[in-house]
């Protein structure tokens, strides 16, 4: 749960810093990564499942987010926590 709560907030520090910085928020194009997500191994019910795709530090392995993908792929400063996009 801790760990849910700490990406989250990464997620919202990131995009209020666009906000400011850029005046900007919404990705042009959220379905091209929508596409990469559900061809992803951690892709299930629209979210990126942390339950799917378990953290591996010891093999350098990045587990899912938990986030909705539905609007995650929108915000033009998410990151995918696999390095997909």
């Known amino acids: 749960m801790k760990k849910n709560l700490q990406e989250l907030a ?6 209020a810093k666009t ?3 850029e005046g900007k928020f ?3 194009n959220p ?3 929508m ?5 992803c191994e951690c892709f299930h019910n629209r979210r990126c ?3 799917l ?3 591996d530090k010891a093999r350098g392995i990045k587990g899912g987010c938990g986030c909705y993908l539905d609007a995650k792929t929108k915000l033009e400063a998410a990151t995918c926590p696999k390095g997909k996009w």
């Open 10 to 15: 990464k997620t919202v520090a990131q995009v």
């Open 19 to 21: 906000l400011v910085k």
């Open 26 to 28: 919404l990705n042009k």
């Open 31 to 33: 379905e091209v990564r």
């Open 35 to 39: 596409n990469i997500c559900m061809k």
């Open 49 to 51: 499942s942390r339950d």
């Open 53 to 55: 795709c378990k953290e």
